[in-house]
Structure formats: structure tokens, C-alpha cells
């Protein structure tokens, strides 16, 4: 057996606590495989980098060459790392030489966590840990036995070797698609069927959520889970100081539409002094409609105050006043930038002896009053009185729309507690058989129709762009959806 020499190999590795170079320059992974730049409201922090049990140096000074099992049974070194950003990161782990030495890293048995015994030698760039993925805010612990192997020759001794532990990855978004979510919510849970009113629904109870006649995807019932965060002041901290509560109304197509959870106060339909000083039920010119949307803002009073989240005058039935809307407005370009400008349906109904079905159809005919348009293109409106109408469980709800106020219908429609509250709320439906009356939700809980220019709650609502994605959240009162703002 050949002589091992038990002089001294000089051999120190020193692990420099070198954080993980992520700035703010790298690129972000999406679920997609898409790349762009890291948005500006998320902060992507560091990886730093700890040790936690010996020293902060890997030393083999003084050691003598070991067998497999002696190195084994030596106690390994112990490295945090800790991602102190809010993006998670996928990332590997390397020890780099910083030495100018030629020691012949063969010579070096390496072993990390529970893996294989290797050498320094066969890594592969370096690397000794490849794709952990680290959650924001979260730590992994990193164990390394080092040792000299048993067939270290004296040739090597004297030389010296000394590394890194370095990091090299990228921020990474755990991304979905929300509508594409919500779609796959309701066709991977079971489904029965319910009928109502001769038409034969399709129906989610797990998830609470159904297809209507017009093949749209809503939730239904007392409390679905259809809370999302949004006109948030800061989306890169989404909670309910931040940001507004909404809730998801169902997919239509290819955009999400939602409404806002509390009013915004109550206002007329319109204001405006015609049709015998009641209004005009006639949304594309509505005073509402100026204050919600853009492209009002030379109005003398109310235009696209909401919009913009500004500061103005009002015309509340005939008398201007002051309107501030700082705080209950549209806060920011990040939230403008998400509602989606669409075609309104604006048909006529005279009735609420209707059912689901058949408002519907109503709201997409071409029946209004004399000269009022069938569509309208624009951003924020009202909610439609289908929208009521399928929120309620149709399984037990089998009431018209005029008869909504029973117990069946009420403790089963989500929208009842937000829309039919001690001040009733208005809607986009307006009637065919007269000028000024617009469909309300009352406090009972029935359709009903009152003059344009009364004064009921306003509830906006909007339609979201298909590429909507969410960060995290279950959609729960508790947990409401977040948005992924991404500049």
C-alpha cells in the first residue's frame, strides 16, 4: 500500500459571503416561458447568504487526505440562504475558483445535502446545487462536507485552493391566467343540471359557479369566492388598506367582469332637465355615464370626475355641488390601464315579470325607447339586471324578477346584500314604454324602474382584459384575488 506523506497540504477554501446578484436588470420568468423586464413596483431584494454552524470559511488547512467514510462522518458546514425579496427565485448554487492556483480539484471530494459524492473537478460550471427555487421570504439550509481524497498525491502539496459560493438565476412570477382560473374551476368540478324556467343550466355547486344561456360563466350563491383586490393605491402590496374590494361578476369571453362591492354614493341616472325635468333614460348621454368614463372632462359639472379620481362639481338633482372623488375614484393609471373599453348592450324591457333567460335576450335586442341606441362603447357602467338575476341559485330561486324579494331568491344571490340595501341600486336596463324610467334593484330585492333623475346608489362595473393574471389569493372574503400589475 502506497505511503500517504502526512505533511501539511496547504489547502484553504474560503467561502466569501458573496449575495446573490439579482438586480434589477434581470429578467423575469413566466409561467409562459415569456420574458420581460422585472416591473418597477416589485421589489426583487437579495439572496444573501449565511453561515450558521462552524465558520464562515471552508478550511482544510492541516487536514490529512480521508477515506469516503471519514469524510462522511465529518461535520459539514452549514449555509443559509434567504430570499429578502418579494418575487420567488430560481437559482443555482456554485463554488467558483477566485485562485490563480493549479490544484487539481480532482483531488477534492465534494458532497452537498444528500447527494451524490462528486468532486470539485466534475461540476459542471461549478455548480453543486442547480434550479432550487426559493419562495419571497423564504430560507433553505445548505450542508457541504469537503475533504482531501485518500489518493491525494504529494505533488499536490503546498498548493492552494480557494472558491466562492455565488448564486445565478432569475426572479421567477408564480403567474395564472385569472380567467383561464376561473374557466377551469368550473370545468374540472362536477356538474348538475338545473332547470329553470324550461332552460336547462349547467351548474358547478362546488365552486359555485354556472353557465348561463349565453354560454358566459358566472358565480352564483350567498358568498362565492369572487372577492378581488383592485383601484389599489399600491399593487405591489395588495391588502385592504391599499386597495378597493370588487367582486368578479363571471367570464365573458375573453374579459373578466366585475363590480365594485360598496357604492360610490348616491346620484341621478341623469340629471339633465329634460323629459319633463325627470331625465332621459338614454346611457350613451347620461350625466353617470360622463362621470364614470373618460373623454367628459370639458363638462361643466360631473365629467369624468370618477375616472380620473378627481375633485369637481356635481349636478345632484338640479342643484351643482361639490364632488370629491380623491379617495372613491379611479386611483391610478395601473388600474385605468385594466378596464377594457367594450360594447355595452343596451335593450329595452318594460316587464319584471322576466325570468334570467329572458332578460338576457332583452338586454341584447334592439327594443328601446324612440331614438335611444341599442349599444354603447365605452369603459365603466352599471350592472345589468342579468347580472342579478343569475347571481341568485336558479336551483332555488324560481321566481320572476318582480318576485326576487322571497327568501328563496334573497338568501341565495350574492348580490342582494351589495345592490338591494337600504338604498336601492341603480342598473343599465332602461324601458322601452317611457322616456325617463330606468331598472333598479330595490330594497326588497325586486326589479323596479324609477325616474332618471332620482337618487339611488351607484355601483361601477367593468370589464377586464383577458391577459389579467394573478399573483396569489383564493378568491375568499379572506383572501381576495391579487392582481400582477406588470408595467
Known amino acids: 500500500m502506497r505511503k500517504i506523506n502526512k505533511k501539511i497540504v496547504v489547502l484553504i477554501i474560503s467561502i466569501f459571503m458573496a449575495v446573490a446578484a439579482i438586480m434589477v436588470t434581470t429578467y423575469a420568468l413566466f409561467t409562459s416561458e415569456a420574458v420581460a423586464d422585472n416591473p418597477s413596483n416589485y421589489t426583487t431584494g437579495l439572496l444573501s447568504i449565511t453561515a450558521n454552524s462552524k465558520s464562515e470559511n471552508i478550511s482544510l488547512t492541516n ?14 458546514y452549514v449555509f443559509t440562504i434567504t430570499n429578502q425579496g418579494n418575487l420567488d427565485y430560481k437559482f443555482d448554487i456554485k463554488l467558483l475558483s477566485t485562485s490563480s492556483s493549479n490544484f487539481s480539484a480532482q483531488y477534492i471530494k465534494l458532497k452537498v445535502d444528500d447527494e451524490e459524492i462528486t468532486t470539485l473537478s466534475s461540476l459542471t460550471n461549478g455548480i453543486i446545487k442547480s434550479d432550487v427555487v426559493l419562495s419571497a421570504g423564504a430560507s433553505i439550509d445548505i450542508s457541504i462536507r469537503l475533504w482531501l481524497s485518500s489518493d491525494t498525491p504529494n505533488s499536490e502539496i503546498g498548493k492552494n485552493f480557494t472558491s466562492q459560493i455565488v448564486t445565478d438565476g432569475q426572479a421567477i412570477y408564480t403567474v395564472t391566467n385569472l380567467i383561464n382560473h376561473i374557466n377551469k374551476l368550473y370545468t374540472d368540478a362536477p356538474k348538475e343540471e338545473v332547470i329553470n324556467n324550461s332552460i ?15 354560454g358566459n360563466i358566472r358565480y352564483y350563491g350567498a358568498n362565492p369566492n369572487n372577492y378581488i383586490y383592485f383601484n389599489c393605491s399600491d399593487y405591489g402590496n395588495q391588502t385592504s388598506a391599499t386597495c378597493e374590494i370588487w367582486r368578479i361578476i363571471g367570464v365573458f369571453g375573453n374579459t373578466l ?3 365594485r362591492e360598496e357604492s ?9 332637465q329634460t323629459e319633463s325635468n325627470y331625465g332621459k333614460n338614454d346611457w350613451s348621454d347620461a350625466s353617470i355615464m360622463k362621470l364614470l368614463n373618460p373623454n367628459y372632462e370639458n363638462e361643466s359639472t360631473g365629467g369624468s370626475l370618477y375616472y380620473h379620481g378627481a375633485n369637481g362639481n356635481c349636478t345632484v338633482t338640479g342643484s351643482v355641488m361639490p364632488c370629491n372623488f380623491i379617495d372613491i375614484g379611479i386611483k391610478n393609471e395601473e388600474t385605468r390601464n385594466l378596464i377594457e373599453t367594450v360594447t355595452w ?15 338576457y335576450q332583452y338586454e341584447r335586442g334592439t327594443t328601446v325607447y324612440s331614438g335611444r341606441p341599442t349599444t354603447w362603447e365605452g369603459k365603466i357602467a352599471l350592472p345589468y339586471a342579468s347580472d342579478y338575476a343569475y347571481a341568485a341559485d336558479l336551483n332555488s330561486c324560481k321566481s320572476q324578477l318582480a318576485s326576487y324579494n322571497n327568501s328563496s331568491c334573497t338568501s341565495t344571490n ?12 341603480w342598473l343599465l336596463n332602461t324601458s322601452q314604454a317611457n322616456s325617463h324610467y330606468v331598472w333598479y334593484v330595490n330594497s326588497t330585492g325586486n326589479l323596479s324602474y324609477n325616474s332618471a333623475y332620482g337618487l339611488l346608489g351607484i355601483f361601477p362595473t367593468a370589464y377586464l382584459s383577458s391577459s389579467l393574471a394573478i399573483s396569489s ?15
Open 414 to 425: 350574492w348580490m342582494k346584500p351589495i345592490l338591494g340595501t337600504s338604498s336601492p341600486a
Open 63 to 76: 487536514e490529512l487526505p480521508k477515506t469516503d467514510e471519514e469524510g462522511l462522518a465529518s461535520e459539514p
Open 473 to 487: 389569493g383564493s378568491g375568499a372574503s379572506f383572501d381576495p384575488y391579487r392582481l400582477m400589475i406588470i408595467n
Open 345 to 359: 348592450n343596451l335593450g329595452a324591457h318594460s316587464s319584471a315579470g322576466v325570468y334570467p333567460n329572458q332578460i
Open 264 to 272: 360610490i354614493g348616491s346620484y341621478s341616472w341623469d340629471n339633465s
Open 257 to 259: 367582469k366585475i363590480m
Open 200 to 214: 336547462t343550466y349547467n351548474y358547478a355547486p362546488s365552486v359555485n359557479l354556472m353557465e348561463d344561456a349565453g
